[in-house]
């Protein structure tokens, strides 16, 4: 009975009626639920209720790393997932709160939902804690937070964990091989494209597992010539890497599709078409052909 009534109470704003249970020797402040195995100190969190945390937190009996039987999420971690960023604050307050527990379903640490999410402020508050770490993958995709903010184009986000100097900004997800930079551009991120190509740490040339495509390739065959730019200023990438698929180059691909201000672009840093495509695809070549014939 006594789990019960607490339990709920945890959960409702009422931190006065939670100091006098507290004050009783035979209440239990840590004890579970037992239809999801959350805590009072995880209903608090849950539901932003920051009062009550505090005075939770307080006590030397309170577990504060407890994990619901549901999902396996922590206070932290419920807090994060609603935004809840005092509640956040308070817990990382405390030394013995892990950030980086994971949750049973999808294996996502705290920061790597914040940042999918786009919540800055969590995402800020996260990263002034030194242990915690920026590059967790989770263990459905294997996607680091770096990569779900790069696809999302969460611009903020990616400042924040960029300024890291140990953020891994070249890991690839489980399911095709694609690096933050890789995604940025197939979502047509820009800003973020920007960002990334800043970190002199960053490799610009890595394939998807998929198709064995660049992220320039993949520029060069959607025909998105302000990817291809931004690109090209990197004095370390590579034009000519072709496709493990098709042997396509960026620039027999933009030939391909009639990109012509692409395929200059590629041209002028050195960009060529391998003899077997120049020859299969002839039909293609002729139009650049006489571009230049007539330029």
């Known amino acids: ?98 950030p980086n527990i994971a949750d049973d379903k999808h294996g996502r640490t705290p ?46 986000v990616v400042k924040r964990l960029l300024k890291r100097n140990d953020i891994n900004t070249n890991t690839t997800d489980f399911q095709h091989g694609r690096t933050p930079l890789w995604l940025a551009i197939q979502y047509g991120h820009e800003g973020v494209v920007r960002m990334l190509l800043e970190r002199k740490d960053l490799i610009p040339n890595v394939a998807d597992t998929r198709y064995g495509q660049t992220p320039l390739s993949y520029a060069a065959k959607h025909g998105h010539e302000g990817m291809v730019r931004i690109l090209l200023e990197r004095g370390d990438l590579n034009p000519n890497i072709p496709d493990t698929g098709s042997r396509q180059t960026p620039l027999s691909r933009a030939i391909r599709n009639g990109d012509y201000r692409i395929a200059d672009l590629l041209r002028e840093r050195g960009g060529w078409v391998p003899g077997y495509l120049a020859i299969s695809q002839k039909l293609f070549l002729l139009p650049f052909c006489f571009s230049y014939a007539l330029s």
């Open 1 to 98: 009975m006594a789990e019960h009534r607490f339990g709920w109470l945890s959960s409702a704003a009422n931190e006065g009626v939670v100091r006098i249970l507290l004050e009783r020797n035979d209440i239990n402040p840590d004890m579970a639920d037992t239809k999801y195995g959350q805590t009072p100190l995880s209903w608090a969190a849950e539901n932003g209720h920051e009062g009550i945390v505090r005075r939770l937190l307080k006590r030397d009996d309170i577990s504060p790393n407890t994990a619901d039987i549901q999902y396996g999420r922590t206070p932290l971690w419920l807090a994060v997932q609603y935004g809840h960023e005092g509640v956040v604050r308070i817990l990382l307050e405390r030394n013995d709160v892990n």
């Open 111 to 156: 920061l790597s939902w914040a940042a999918e999410n786009g919540h800055e402020g969590v995402v800020e508050i996260m990263l002034g804690r030194s242990d915690t770490n920026p590059n967790i993958a989770d263990t459905e995709s294997r996607r680091t937070p770096l990569s779900w903010a790069a696809e999302n184009g969460h611009e903020m």
